[in-house]
């Protein structure tokens, strides 16, 4: 296992998923409810959703190596345009439903399901399953992203609300987004140039 591969990946998604609705809606959760209980519940959903990227990397890697990196690129590129034009999502807090008590199975529950549907097909899944192609090094891969996930669902279950106070919500959806353009970039050349 490559620590510099879990540390690019740790970066590149934790970046990724800091404007995410997850975020938001992990913060509306601890707000509500024992931080614990909620990090519990999110942390297993990133497990999953970490799992489900690796084995579609794993496929990926499959390719040629010019193949690979192409599609890497491309999917790259789409994920920082899918950054630059998402409209600003206005969160509701009656958007997520809320456990019917606040026993730690129903809290973390709540926190398990609400995060493995939003993540499902979402950006840092995809880039996930990007790096794992790109990396043929599963393990990192995993380990970096779901060490990333976690760290920013904990931040917005403890603290949210004190980081978008400091750090607007664009600025972090334009740094990621730039991150991956350079690797969209980095990916479509080595495609071209073998």
Partial sequence: M???????TFGIIF????PDKTALASLVLGTRYRASYVFA???AAFAVHVALAIAAGSLLSLLP???VEGVVGALFLAGALMLLLQKEEEEEEGAVREPSSNGFWRVAGTGFVMVL????????????ANLA?????PLAVGLGAWLALCAVGGLAVVGGQKLMQYVPLTLITRI???????LAGVSIVA???G
């Fill in 176 to 182: 990621a987004a730039v991150v991956m353009l350079v």
């Fill in 41 to 43: 519940g999110i942390a």
């Fill in 117 to 128: 549907i939003a993540e499902f097909g979402d950006l840092t899944q995809i880039a996930t």
């Fill in 191 to 193: 495609a071209v140039t």
């Fill in 2 to 8: 490559s620590i510099t591969v879990a540390a690019i």
């Fill in 65 to 67: 190596h010019r193949w």
């Fill in 15 to 18: 970046v990724a998923e800091l």
């Fill in 133 to 137: 192609a790109k990396y043929s090094d």
